[in-house]
């Protein structure tokens, strides 16, 4: 064994090191974020390892209940749900927990309060847990916006309030993308150290892409601009080559090869499902911070999706993000479209 590259290894930059850093560039802070980042790190280490395992822990299949969505829970959803929100309150960092397979609002014993909200999607993409397709956990930090009892309307706040949000993709490998507010950072998990590695520093979307993603099998719902942004992909009339359609059908993956290669993704609003299928809090706003921080955007059909501030914790909204160039094409078809 060449013991130098073993060695070399010491000088992997992980995240707990990578978090440090960025903590030292705030001389008055505490550590607390930190310590709230390595609680949610430990929670997508456990969930990867149970998604590694689905197949052979018995993990694969129905809960038996449905959620706030009327969805059908899968075991692995119910399983990532307490997994994260025990880590978050054993924390000791945050007083208001939101997620989607939880109705109401978690407030957690003052005993053990932080200064923090978490909104998060604990188990991303489930109608693809049972084919081992690649699947993700999501979430956003608030920070509560003043000292009272916490209260709903602490993340009840536009999502360019968010201090933080990431998401973790258990596909072929484990990859941790995470912003708090000043670039977008990929870590992967070496299994060998338990570890996540800084594998994609400072992660830039391309200007525009060559990708669109989206269900087309709700196309015959859609409104006039989505209908004609997604025939201007496929059949360009400025001589440019048509885009090519992916759609792994969970937003993690999909957002995720969005951000690495460019193009863009959208879940539309639609004739059946006016507001279409993601949530505002624990979906919609991490992915578009993330987005924006990488230089993309993120449009909800009629404003940047970051203004939007939510009145109910599982409101869903439309979304169209990805490279600026891309989200530029459908916000014209829609400005054109308001004129009339
Ligand atoms: O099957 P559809 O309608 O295309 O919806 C797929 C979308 O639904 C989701 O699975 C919803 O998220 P959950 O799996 O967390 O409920 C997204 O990950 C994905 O983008
Ligand atoms: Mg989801
Ligand atoms: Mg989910």
Redesign the pocket.
Known sequence: MDHSAEAQRTDLMTITRFVLNEQSKHPDSRGDFSILLSHIVLGCKFVCSAVSKAGLAKLIGLAGDTNV?G?EQKKLDVLSNDVFVKALVSSGRTSILVS?EDEQATFVDPSKRGKYCVVF?P??????IDCGVS?GTIFGIYMLKGDHEPTIEDVLQPGKNMLAAGYCMYGSSCTLVISTGNGVNGFTLDPSLGEFILTHPDIKIPKKGKIYSV?E??AKNWDAPTAKYVEKCKFPQDGSSPKSLR?I????A?VHRTLLYGGIFL?PGDKKSPNG??RVLY?VFPMSFLLEQAGGQAFTGKIRALDLVPSKLHERSPIFLGSFDDVEDIKALYAAEAKG
Do not use: A, T
Request: aromatic share 8%.
């Open positions: 969505q969805e989607e999607d188990l991303d993409g489930s109608s693809n699947i269900n099998g709700n759609y059908g969970s937003m993690v999909d879940y299928k993601l979906e």
